[in-house]
């Protein structure tokens, strides 16, 4: 599933869409190559990919696209079991802005700063955050130590007013009673002043995960955006194709 979000920022619009590919396969590649057309940058999580592999997103696509990203594999240790996360940021390179890579100690997040012609920067996060398990305390642990991060990101830039985090957030806000990480995006939300787009008026968000085996449908995927961000979000929805 993905999400698409698109923001005015006085007379710059951007079209920011994200996407869970599970992989790259041909088939993800070819799909995510398709989508990056469709907006101006692609958040994109569980790459499975090393880092030296991440032009394998942008291989023999029509067009000429730039990949930044980081991989939650070790080079250096052989793979055990499937390969696992990693995130990845596209988008076409012929477009007129430019990013700024900034190094996170972290490898479920990757933090840039968007820099548009004659208007404010934006800091960007691409996150991929561990699963939603009450009973798994380590989770809850990582889950911290990620928004912490963030936030520290946040306070050595403070300069940047504006701040879009994106990707896979592994919760479902709606459920807060039966969560044991809703409550601390809830509380990260409120201490930095940031708010979940699910929150725009009319927006068009049904669900962006269907667990196949039970049937049941969660929202994790979100965009959270600084609050005076917020009023400039025109649209907000969820493609289910």
């Not at 869970?20 to 692609?42: E, F, I, K, M, P």
């Not at 933090?111 to 548009?116: G, Q």
Request: include cysteine; aromatic fraction near 8%; proline fraction near 3%.
């Amino acid at each position: 599933m993905d999400a698409s979000h698109a923001t005015d920022i006085g007379r710059t619009s951007l079209k920011l869409c994200s996407w869970n590919s599970r992989g790259h396969a041909a088939d993800r590649v070819q799909y995510l190559q398709g989508l990056v057309q469709r907006c101006d940058l692609l958040f994109v999580q569980e790459t499975w990919l090393h880092d030296f592999e991440l032009h394998k997103l942008t291989a023999n696509s029509r067009d000429e696209l730039t990949v930044f990203g980081v991989s939650a594999m070790d080079p250096s240790q052989s793979l055990r079991g499937r390969p696992h996360g990693g995130c990845a940021l596209l988008f076409r390179s012929q477009l007129s802005f430019s990013i700024s890579c900034v190094n996170v100690d972290c490898k479920c997040l990757f933090a840039c700063i968007l820099n548009l012609p004659n208007m404010p920067k934006i800091l960007l996060f691409n996150v991929y955050m561990p699963c939603d398990e009450r009973y798994r305390t380590e989770n809850t642990e990582r889950y911290e130590e990620i928004l912490a991060t963030i936030e520290s990101v946040m306070a050595l830039h403070s300069d940047v007013d504006q701040v879009i985090i994106a990707g896979d957030f592994n919760t479902d806000p709606s459920r807060v009673r039966h969560s044991a990480h809703s409550p601390l995006l809830a509380d990260f939300c409120a201490r930095n002043s940031m708010r979940l787009c699910l929150t725009v008026e009319g927006h068009g968000v049904d669900y962006t995960y269907e667990n196949e085996a039970t049937g049941a449908y969660s929202i994790l995927d979100h965009f959270v955006v600084n609050e005076a961000l917020l009023s400039s979000v025109v649209s907000y929805a969820c493609i289910h194709e």
